[in-house]
């Protein structure tokens, strides 16, 4: 079926805005016949910014991309472009670049569509994937003399605008004549297997940006970290968005993430994972609804572990991709995750990535440029897709993780262990989940396999291996909550002094001010019932000393 045939398929697509109905969850993809590969990988950098090629080429030099993939654009610097800039200096040119070189096989013609784009007669691709590169506009603005009031428009007026991404509006390189009021159907929603002509119709856009050019190095390091050792941590998935159709994406999630074996929190309050909750490895992220960072995830100094996956939703969470502190996939990017999707405007929940699917196409062993697009009903529209396309997170099975872990450890390598404990205790073997977990812990003492075999099965050697734990653990800005919820579990079941001392352990290392106001009253209470004097009266000057007395307050 043709593009242009295709884009009926729009009709249905809207509807879910009118109806609230979401869309038949489509079976679990099991296979992935089609790989991509670095060889059909094209890059684009912008020559006005210096950085924007270095970026390219570094990342072309890690995934081993051939140097006559690279594709140089003289192009604005600035995040937001007009829809003239757009066509007359990102898109007409790469059109021809593309077609020129062979990846795009094309008869391009010298005239133009109504928007300027250069008209052709398009035959196949042979692209992979499009990255486009730090320094490549993102936004494009609203243009009134541009919009068509179309029968669809003038029934939803909430898509009558062309604001849009310009990495939705590159996936339509292929694609002749589309609309740029409103958006278009994804071609690729929710189809497992494409077939070769399916396939063909997207170009399918990630893009590597974020804060400042080490920042965007990090996220190509996270990737390739991340699929040597595995995707090795915990999940974290926060529910209580306004909508319903957002939590049911959430609670899918968590439901495959606990077939998968992760450890897994769930937060089902409006507001997002605290600072005393638990945070430590957050090797997958899903959240919504907040429009900036909070709790441990906002410390400027917490970093992601290698390899993680992080998504916000919210209508403009990559609105600032090059900001480190404001909305939400600048900061993820600065923290070192290795993939995120946002939202450039207002997408409207049901046309953004569906999170559920992209973590299913990402269980089946897709990549994840190839899960965004799986995910995404839309094109023409708002989003975007920032991190190696590449990326597998699951190249590695778990096997051979345990395998590693056994014989070659790493700082995350107990994560995999706990995984495996949850997949046996979810056949019904917490025996045996026991048994594994504690074999291990003698070889690799670590605080969150000795608090998982805590909760499993509190036995007589629950609290000694919390304490031995805690003597080998650092506790650091990642783990801190961590930390406090060893101190509740050990003081809730026996063990107040070693929750003292896990409690003293986490207050005295490096912390934000908004997790040590956070925790040090637990902490006061506890030495106040234990009659530790000393503890409490030190505990209590840290706290006075963080919240400014109203007798202090400074007057006219």
Same mark, same amino acid.
């Given at each position: ?88 200096q990102v898109f007409n040119p790469l059109r021809q670049r593309l077609t020129k070189d062979g990846w795009l096989t094309a008869y391009v013609t010298d005239q133009k569509d109504h928007e300027g784009r250069l008209r052709y007669v398009f035959y196949g691709s042979k692209i992979d994937f499009l990255v486009v590169c730090y320094g490549v506009p993102v936004r494009i603005q609203n243009d009134p003399t541009r919009l068509v009031e179309t ?214 062993? /897709? ?137 003293? /352990? ?10 040590? /106001? ?39």
């Open positions: 079926m043709g593009f242009c045939r295709r884009v009926g398929n729009i009709l249905c697509v809207t509807a879910i805005i009118a109806s609230g109905a979401l869309p038949a969850r489509a079976a679990v993809p099991t296979t992935n016949d089609y790989m991509p590969s670095a060889e059909r990988v094209v890059v684009v950098a912008n020559s006005r910014e210096p950085e924007s090629e270095k970026i390219a080429r570094y990342y072309m030099q890690k995934r081993q991309i051939p140097e006559k993939n690279l594709i140089l654009i003289d192009a604005p610097t600035a995040a937001d472009i007009t829809w003239t800039e757009f066509v007359e029968p669809l428009v003038l029934e939803h007026r909430e898509l009558n605008t062309t604001q849009a991404a310009v990495d939705s509006e590159l996936a339509l390189l292929a694609a002749p004549d589309t609309p740029t009021t409103g958006l278009v159907a994804n071609p690729l929603f929710q189809i497992s297997k494409p077939d070769n002509f399916t396939r063909a119709e997207v170009v399918k856009v990630a893009r590597l940006d974020g804060p400042d050019p080490a920042a965007v190095r990090g996220l190509v390091d996270s990737a390739l970290a991340g699929e040597a050792n595995g995707l090795q941590g915990r999940a974290y998935i926060d529910m209580g968005g306004p909508h319903q159709e957002g939590d049911d994406w959430l609670k899918a999630d968590s439901e495959t993430l606990r077939k998968l074996g992760f450890d897994l929190s769930v937060d089902h309050n409006r507001e997002l994972f605290g600072w005393s909750d638990r945070f430590d490895a957050p090797a997958i992220y899903f959240g919504w609804y907040s429009d900036h960072l909070a709790g441990p995830i906002s410390d400027p100094k917490f970093h992601f572990p290698p390899g993680a996956i992080a998504v916000h939703i919210h209508s403009f969470s990559a609105s600032m991709i090059r900001n480190a502190n404001q909305q939400w996939v600048g900061p993820l990017v600065e923290r070192g995750v290795a993939a995120t999707l946002g939202n450039v405007y207002e997408p409207y929940l049901s046309f953004t990535h569906h999170l559920d699917l992209f973590m299913d196409a990402l269980a089946a062993g /897709k990549t994840t440029g190839e899960a965004a697009y799986y995910s995404l009903p839309a094109l023409s529209w708002q989003e975007v897709f920032i991190g190696d396309p590449l990326y597998r997170p699951f190249a590695l099975g778990l096997p051979e993780q345990l395998d590693r872990a056994a014989h070659s450890p790493n700082a995350y390598s107990t994560y995999a262990i706990i995984r495996q404990m949850n997949l046996l205790q979810a056949e019904g073997r917490t025996t045996d989940a026991l048994a594994f977990g504690q074999t291990q812990f003698d070889h690799q003492p670590d605080l969150a396999l000795a608090l998982a075999l805590a909760q499993l099965g509190h036995d007589s050697d629950a609290l000694k291996r919390l304490a031995w734990a805690a003597t080998t653990d650092s506790a650091s800005r990642e783990n801190l909550g961590l930390f406090a919820e060893a101190a509740r579990w050990a003081a809730a079941n026996g063990g107040r002094p070693l929750a003292l001392d896990l409690y003293a /352990k986490a207050l005295a290392a490096e912390a934000n001010s908004e997790f040590l /106001k956070t925790i040090l009253p637990d902490a006061i209470t506890l030495a106040t019932q234990t009659g530790n004097a000393e503890l409490r009266v030190r505990w209590q000057n840290q706290l006075d000393g963080l919240i400014p007395h109203p007798d202090h307050a400074a007057t006219p």
